[in-house]
């Protein structure tokens, strides 16, 4: 008998995973998340799963990859030690996707990238990052099957598409954010919005 955020916020603290479910309010359901879910998803300590109802849910034996979003902008070691827990547990393959956008003057005034060698440049350079901060985690976890996939377009567009066909999205969400920044992050709103299946928010620092 008290208010559900703070309730839930206490039940996260003296808990390893916290989940919230969400009615299904079909044709528009991914562009709700309720007041309650999201205080808490940008607060809790623990991680959370926020799983959306669904009126054609997945068969019950085929659960899926799982994929990871990583933005490589700082140590994520939280993130990737869910993704890759998770992972070994369910016996699936941990697909790592990672994402960047190429700065305006790439682009003709079309839209069109101008250089297709720079945007492979930048597509390089990041396959080069994420590998290296994949490569401790591969060899704690030799058993886990890794695919790494990078894409230069928008992060937040990148982690709905690399969410099609998972069991479950694992995104991250840094508990040091600007004082002016919104409690939740563009690429995750993206992801707990428009994922179609159950997001994983680790909080990291």
């Not at 916290?18 to 998803?41: E, K, W």
């Not at 790439?106 to 990238?113: C, E, F, H, Q």
């Amino acid at each position: 008998a008290e208010d559900p955020v703070d309730a839930l916020l206490s039940a996260a603290a003296e808990s390893e995973l916290l989940v919230l479910g969400s009615r299904d309010m079909a044709p528009m359901a991914s562009y709700f998340l309720g007041d309650i879910g999201l205080h808490v998803m940008a607060r809790a300590q623990a991680p959370t799963v926020f799983v959306r109802a669904r009126e054609d849910p997945a068969p019950a034996d085929d659960e899926g990859d799982l994929t990871v979003a990583l933005s490589l902008r700082g140590p994520c070691d939280e993130l990737l030690e869910f993704a890759f827990t998770g992972a070994a547990r369910s016996g699936v393959t941990l697909r790592a996707v990672h994402a960047r956008n190429l700065p305006a003057a790439a682009y003709t005034r079309g839209g069109i990238v101008a250089d297709p060698y720079f945007r492979g440049e930048v597509v390089r350079h990041a396959q080069r990052e994420l590998a290296d901060a994949l490569r401790p985690w591969r060899e704690k976890f030799p058993e886990v099957r890794v695919v790494e996939t990078v894409w230069a377009q928008s992060p937040a567009r990148a982690v709905v598409r690399g969410a099609v066909g998972a069991g479950l999205l694992v995104v991250g969400r840094r508990e040091e954010r600007p004082r002016v920044a919104p409690p939740v992050g563009n690429v995750l709103a993206a992801a707990v919005h428009h994922a179609p299946c159950p997001v994983a928010i680790v909080p990291h620092g």
